[in-house]
T-cell receptor
Framework: ETGVTQTPRHLVMGMTNKKSLKCEQH?????MYWYKQSAKKPLELMFV???????ENNSVPSRFSPECPNSSHLFLHLHTLQPEDSALYLC???????????????FGPGTRLTVT | AQKVTQAQTEISVVEKEDVTLDCVYE???????LFWYKQPPSGELVFLIR??????QNEISGRYSWNFQKSTSSFNFTITASQVVDSAVYFC?????????????FGSGTQLTVLP
């Protein structure tokens, strides 16, 4: 596997279900991100993990719960979602340097989530 | 706060035409990076280019070129001799330091359709 992979690619779930999205990066990066992309809206940053510690959560509802067990894996646990949570969820990774060097983020293909 | 504006929601051109996608950004930071990403129908955002705020040299890569104008806070993207495969949503993004990780602020995207 190369780059950033996400599973599943498509997910349909009811409002009472619990599911998890998985992201894995094979680039040796130390920062990972979850974004939400809804129709007609800019990408919204949900969570940032740098060196496996969460540094931003941007006021995301608690029904979304991230987990980053190591620098290569990122999960997004979902429970009691609402229909308006239907969207494309994108994972990204980058090499983060506290010294101030900026690097681009590489994205996975996304998980298309439909909440019924 | 950062802001990225892509005023062109949709652009349609005929193959072989040149097309320019506009991007205007706002930030109080003096050190920042600008990016362009391409999102084809498959969903994955593909990194195209990164520029830092201290380098205003324009860049050309094959049929792609970028014009960075700090005086007008713009970072425009031109595709020369467009092809059908260029059809995608193009996002401009701005990155500044947030904690120890980079936070990308995206524009709302421009849907480019290249007709045969």
């Amino acid at each position: 596997e190369t780059g950033v992979t996400q599973t599943p690619r498509h997910l349909v779930m009811g409002m009472t279900n619990k599911k998890s999205l998985k992201c894995e990066q094979h680039l040796g990066h130390n920062a990972m991100y979850w974004y939400k992309q809804s129709a007609k809206k800019p990408l919204e940053l949900m969570f940032v993990y740098s060196l496996e510690e969460r540094v931003e959560n941007n006021s995301v509802p608690s029904r979304f719960s991230p987990e980053c067990p190591n620098s290569s894996h990122l999960f997004l646990h979902l429970h009691t979602l609402q229909p308006e949570d239907s969207a494309l969820y994108l994972c990204a990774s980058s090499q983060d340097y506290a010294s101030g060097s900026y690097n681009e983020q590489y994205f996975g293909p996304g998980t298309r989530l439909t909440v019924t | 706060a950062q802001k990225v504006t892509q005023a062109q929601t949709e652009i349609s051109v005929v193959e072989k035409e040149d097309v320019t996608l506009d991007c205007v950004y706002e930030t109080r930071d003096t050190t920042y990076y600008l990016f362009w990403y391409k999102q084809p129908p498959s969903g994955e955002l593909v990194f195209l280019i990164r520029r830092n705020s201290f380098d205003e040299q324009n860049e050309i890569s094959g049929r792609y070129s970028w014009n960075f104008q700090k005086s007008t806070s713009s970072f425009n993207f031109t595709i020369t001799a467009s092809q059908v495969v260029d059809s995608a949503v193009y996002f401009c993004a701005l990155s500044v330091l947030s904690g120890s990780a980079r936070q990308l602020t995206f524009g709302s995207g421009t849907q480019l359709t290249v007709l045969p």
